[in-house]
């Protein structure tokens, strides 16, 4: 039997894991459509369905296509969300719009659809071996794979979504005497429909005071209509605070299997974002397109500034709200339903119904006198009717305790908070409990009232008593008397939730007012404990169960309290907030710490608050607010000099030389080396006066020394001090020791700026090994190493390798640090650079923005990490050729560094140079110059002539001058640079071999195409053999060759290579994408030379359109674009077209270049051409004459510009004497060889 059973779980299983196996095929097939389209922007995905509007109308006609699919295809809010589509339209739009054969994959969606929910091994193994070569065509890593054919699945309710339609999320059922007002639920019903079909409206609020029954009435609500109207389908959102209300949203999403919570690779997005993913799901069901209708509760909200992100972006079909609150003040998109106490007959009603013994309630005169006594009021009346049935009383008798009590609290003069009568009853129940359960009762009780009592998870309680039965009957007896409310959310038993009422935690406070310290420390030790056994454990320190507990005391507790328990764990405190990405929460409880602390007396605890200040200032200095960090440690410098001055080492004391090191690391963060260079300096005299050179300390500030001189690029300097302290490190601590390891691990970071990369792979592999050995593959430093091993590999074009670590350190990461972790954050980024290196460029900037979110939330928006994060944007953008978006970010960017960290830093010219690049690709030539001019007198005084940076700067001004046809100075410069970096970097670097892919353009557009040609061929072949043949530049340097063969008139050998290449380059970068629309150029201009113009304008005029969603009408390409389809249309005989097409060219294109440059003296060739076919001799010779004698001075002799014009000239003067003879000859019209274009 059991074996049986088990059978059926892994069937089952099996089943859910196909499911999920759907789920990544529509996200696939989502993705492949984003990048057909080559946007995700949804106004104009609904541009491209509109554009087709007729063909979709006939398929809607031909019953194809369903209603609902056509208004999720064409909706009326013009905005189209494929995380919508299920896997038919998805199907469908790739097979109608893009021509794609899905015959296959729509089988195995079939096969697994009508398959049921449980599946045998035979069969998931078929359905895997079918599905996986199509799933990894669509692009889904071997990895994802793997990971779909190995989950586990061992919650029984995940299991259940894959078979029932209903769903219920934290939604419990009413308390079992809670009084169904039958009138306000039909109200409220009435409200909520009428405003989900009001665009206006957005939903109805249950308002009223505590204890009236909001929440119970929320809940009769959704009993009442569950299956009436809904589809029983409910979410119960705790919202009395963000850390809960997220967790809400997470939680739901990995119940329905939302993987795009984490972006696949990434952290948690923003809660707009996620309560957007979640209305989504619910909005079409996943196996059919049809509309549902869902409940959303967001009970207990504070007001209305809180629901903020929680309002769909658009109008929802499904979601439908109802909010409870005490909050009576709402706008008018809110109807607000007011609930207050009993009506008489209600609370008689409830009387009867909750009374069981019918004696017990047969004196009517003493039913009402009771009522009220309580007022009428819910909560009063639920708490006393418990009591009256678990203690067998009758009406009568209950009256008599309550009034005797009610006399001794009054005479107590106990401070009663709220409603007398709810503090009376709730007193007697509290009496009782402590009778029945002893005090082990009330003291889970106690703590159980300063807890967040909207969500309670056994997982926690479990850590205060710590015997499962035990504490199952303690919940039991709490739950009988009304005092919790238990339900089972169906994760296992730690997931079990406790919900305790406001009302009845704030008498229990109140109640018992001295049990607040006792009850502080004993949670706060738990809390301790828990964060310890995470350190020695090396366990993800996240405080599962209690963190958001810890924020809900802290946010209560004006007096700070509680968190003052955790003055002596700082360092545990500062690990929790960091893995929970919280750094400004952090950054506010040491400022609570430091001010409670700067309040009292002694010198203990003065030495407690100045180290309570320096992990301020070092917490402000991790939020890159440098400026208050640097005040903050000079403030402690000053009482520490104070402090020593009475001791015998005065200012030679280690603390004072510590305080005084930090200041020289916030100077360094503030890239202010030079002064932070002359404070390590003064600490290392005194340290080596006092300690020696052989004292770790001693070392340590040598060490700083050193990281000082790297960042002022004396590399070499820096280089040798750090040899040094590793001679000293070996002696004394051997070759193993974390020290040690460390200053060989700046070695190799000075070996890396160097440019010598493989000596610095070597030695962090040397290291990589000793760490695995003595720390383990999942400790920070062993991952810190490898995290280095893969910045070398990108550095010598090693990307693949590279981003296989990154990920693999991703992995661990994710489970050690969690992933609002700033050393996770950094990987990810990582992992986004390599793809961006590996031209996915739209994979990087997803990650990228996935960062930016998290980062915006945990550290702010003038953090460095924040901006760098933003910059790698803008790089994405301007891979995506979004030069107009990128230069915006770059300039916001430029604003704030130079407000914090100055001009001459580096991050800050990197802003800059990007600055530069972005009005390069938008032609602004003169401007990016001028920039570039600027950065590189600052970097060759800062790093060096030989440095990177230098020369990668030197490399644009290079670029810069080419685009201006300056192309001896351009091709000296690259020859320049391509003899250091020869030395530095070797021949198969990517950056040596960009150098010397310019100077192969430069050779090209001085017309020695020979020599230009090997080059590329050269280049060429390495590039096959370290980046493979689907890297942008691999793709980039084919387009060249392929020019390089058009201009020597190899024109079927050049046709070939530019159509070989156009459907790797769509794949790879889309076709909108400025390479794309390069090679489509190429295509089109070999075509007219080949004199088939109509094809060559057919394909010139669609790459046209396509430049012009991209740049402006004066950008290169666009002009280049224009003018072959000018020479077409002339070579056609449509000289008035072709000369007005030419014409307005010529203007754009002297709006931003000089009248020397190529496009321009080309644009005027064919000018001139077309002026010769209008009989126009006088103007056309203008133009030709000083073309030929600007490309003559500009070029020389032998360039391609002067020979053409040169060439019309000649044959227009043998034509004109022909014709003087009397010989009948046709005009200047025939086709000539069109000039160099690039």
Same mark, same amino acid.
């Given at each position: ?886 230069? *915006? ?341 025939? *086709? ?7």
């Amino acid at each position: 039997m059991l074996s049986t059973q088990s059978h059926t779980d892994d069937d089952q299983e099996r089943g859910f894991r196909c499911q999920v196996l759907l789920g990544k095929l529509d996200n696939q097939l989502r993705e492949r459509i984003y990048i057909k389209l080559s946007t995700r922007d949804p106004a104009k995905l609904f541009q491209f369905f509109q554009s087709h509007k007729t063909t979709i109308d006939k398929l809607r006609k031909k019953n194809v296509i369903k209603d609902e699919q056509y208004k999720l295809l064409l909706p009326t809010s013009g905005m189209v969300y494929l995380d919508q589509f299920d896997s038919t339209l998805l199907f469908f739009v790739t097979r109608e719009f893009f021509g794609e054969n899905m015959k296959d994959l729509i089988k195995i969606r079939n096969r697994i659809q009508h398959g049921g929910t449980k599946v045998s091994l035979p069969e998931f193994n078929a359905i895997l071996r079918d599905a996986e070569p199509h799933l990894l065509q669509l692009g889904l890593s071997k990895a994802e794979f793997d990971d779909i054919c190995n989950i586990r699945i061992v919650d029984s309710k995940v299991k259940e979504l894959m078979t029932k339609a209903s769903f219920n999320y934290a939604c419990l059922p009413p308390v079992a005497n809670h009084f169904r007002r039958a009138n306000l639920i039909s109200n409220i019903h009435q409200a909520v429909y009428s405003q989900h079909h009001d665009d206006f409206k957005f939903s109805v609020v249950i308002s009223g005071i505590g204890g009236s029954g909001k929440s119970e009435t929320a809940r009769e609500y959704w009993q009442s209509y569950r299956n009436v109207y809904y589809e029983d389908i409910v979410c119960w959102i705790n919202c009395n605070n963000f850390v809960n209300i997220e967790k809400s949203f997470t939680e739901i999403a990995n119940r329905c299997g939302i993987n795009q919570i984490y972006n696949q690779n990434g952290s948690v997005k923003s809660l707009k974002e996620l309560s957007n993913l979640v209305y989504d799901y619910f909005s079409v069901r996943q196996d059919v397109n049809k509309p549902r209708k869902v409940l959303f509760v967001l009970d207990n909200v504070i007001n209305q500034v809180a629901l903020v992100d929680l309002i769909p972006q658009t109008k929802k079909e499904a979601p439908h709200f109802l909010i409870t609150s005490q909050c009576s003040e709402w706008d008018q998109r809110f109807d607000v339903i007011k609930i207050g106490k009993f009506s008489n007959e209600e609370a008689e009603q409830f009387l009867e119904t909750n009374i069981h013994d019918v004696e017990a309630r047969k004196d009517k005169e003493a039913n009402q006198k009771l009522l009220k006594s309580l007022s009428y009021l819910p909560l009063a009346l639920q708490q006393a009717f418990s009591f009256i049935n678990e203690n067998g009383l009758t009406v009568e008798m209950y009256l008599t305790i309550f009034d005797k009590r009610q006399k001794e609290l009054l005479s107590e003069g106990t401070q009663e908070i709220g409603n007398p009568s709810v503090y009376t009853t709730l007193s007697l129940t509290y009496n009782r409990l402590l009778q029945e359960g002893g005090q082990e009762v009330i003291d889970l009780l106690n703590k159980i009232s300063y807890l967040d009592g909207k969500d309670i998870r056994k997982g926690l309680l479990i850590k205060f008593v710590d015997d499962v039965f035990v504490l199952n009957k303690i919940l039991s007896l709490l739950a009988k008397y009304s005092i919790i409310e238990t339900t089972n959310t169906g994760t296992g038993f730690l997931e079990n939730q406790i919900n305790c009422h406001e009302l009845t935690q704030t008498f229990i406070k109140a109640y018992v007012p001295n049990v607040k310290e006792p009850v502080y420390q004993e949670l706060a030790n738990t809390f301790i404990e828990d964060m310890r056994n995470c350190r020695s454990q090396r366990q993800k320190m996240d405080g599962n169960y209690w963190y958001q507990h810890f924020l809900f005391i802290c946010e209560k507790d004006v007096e700070n309290i509680f968190l003052m328990k955790f003055i002596d764990v700082q360092n545990d405190l500062i690990h929790l907030f960091e893995t929970q990405g919280d750094m400004r929460r952090l950054c506010d409880c040491l400022k609570k710490i430091m001010e409670k602390l700067s309040h009292t007396d002694g010198y203990e605890r003065k030495d407690l608050y100045l180290k309570t200040k320096h992990n301020y200032a070092n917490t402000l200095n991790n939020l890159s607010h440098y400026h208050d960090a640097l005040r903050i440690f000079k403030e402690i410098e000053t009482v520490r000099k104070e402090t020593v001055r009475k001791e015998t080492l005065g200012e030679r004391h280690n603390d004072y030389l510590t305080t005084k090191h930090e200041i020289g690391c916030c100077l360094m963060n503030l890239s202010h080396y030079h002064d932070a260079l002359s404070i390590f300096k003064e600490i290392e005299t005194v340290r080596k006066d006092t300690l020696g050179e052989r004292h770790n300390n001693y070392l340590s500030t040598k060490h700083n020394i050193g990281h000082c001189l790297m960042n002022l690029s004396h590399y070499h300097e820096a280089l040798r001090i750090f040899k040094e302290i590793e001679t000293v490190h070996k002696d004394t601590l051997g070759e193993r020791h974390n020290s040690y390891l460390t200053t060989k691990h700046n070695i190799g970071h000075c070996l890396m700026n160097l440019s010598r990369y493989n000596d610095a792979l070597s030695i962090f592999k040397e290291i990589e090994t000793v760490r695995k050995d003595t720390l383990g593959e999942r400790h920070n430093n062993y991952l810190s190493t490898k995290h280095n091993i893969g910045h070398c590999l990108i550095n010598l074009s090693r990307y693949n390798d590279a981003l296989r670590i990154f990920k693999e350190i991703e992995t661990v990461q994710k489970e050690t640090l969690g992933e609002r972790h700033n050393s996770y954050l950094a990987t990810k980024h990582n992992i986004g650079h390599c793809l961006m290196n590996l031209s996915h460029n739209h994979d990087a900037l997803r990650i990228f923005k996935e960062i930016e979110i998290v980062q915006k939330d945990t550290l702010g928006e003038r953090h460095n990490s924040y901006l760098t994060t933003k910059h790698n944007i803008g790089h994405s953008l301007m891979k995506l050729s979004h030069y107009h978006d990128a230069l *915006r970010i770059f300039k916001e960017i430029e604003t704030v560094r130079r407000d914090t960290l100055g001009e001459r830093h580096n991050s800050y010219l990197a802003t800059k140079h990007n600055i530069g690049h972005c009005l390069m690709n938008l032609t602004h030539y003169h401007e990016a110059l001028r920039i570039f001019k600027e950065i590189e007198t600052v970097r060759r005084d800062t790093l060096g002539e030989r440095h990177n940076s230098y020369l990668t700067t030197k490399h644009n001004i290079g670029q810069c001058l080419m685009n201006l046809s300056h192309y001896h100075d351009a091709l000296r410069i690259f020859k320049e640079i391509e003899t250091v970096q020869k030395e530095t970097l070797g021949e198969r670097q990517n950056n040596y071999l960009t150098t010397k892919h310019n100077i192969g353009q430069c050779l090209m557009n001085l017309s020695h195409y020979e020599d230009a040609l090997s080059i590329f061929k050269e280049i060429e072949i390495v590039w096959n053999e370290t980046i493979g043949q689907r890297h942008g530049n691999y793709l980039i340097g084919k387009i060249y060759i392929g020019e390089c063969l058009k201009r020597m008139k190899a024109f079927d050998e050049a046709l070939q290579i530019f159509e070989s290449s156009k459907p790797l380059l769509s794949e790879v970068l889309g076709d909108h994408h400025d390479r794309y629309l390069r090679n489509d150029f190429h295509i089109g201009h070999v075509l007219s030379m080949k004199g088939r113009f109509d094809d060559a304008l057919e394909i010139l005029e669609s790459t046209q359109t396509k430049q012009f969603e991209t740049f402006d009408k004066s950008h290169l390409e666009v002009l280049q674009t224009t003018n072959v389809i000018g020479r077409c249309l002339a070579e056609k005989g449509l000289f008035d077209k072709a000369h007005d097409t030419l014409l307005q060219a010529l203007e754009d294109g002297l709006q931003v270049l000089d009248k020397e440059h190529p496009i321009i003296l080309s644009i005027r060739i064919n000018l001139a051409h077309c002026l010769f076919g209008m009989k126009k001799i006088e103007e056309a010779m203008d133009h030709l004459s000083e073309v030929e004698k600007i490309s003559l001075q500009r070029f020389g002799d032998h360039h391609s510009i002067y020979l053409e014009a040169v060439e019309m000239k000649e044959q227009h003067e043998q034509k004109r004497k022909q014709k003087e003879e009397g010989v009948d000859v046709p005009p200047v019209t025939e *086709r000539m060889q069109s000039t160099k274009l690039e």
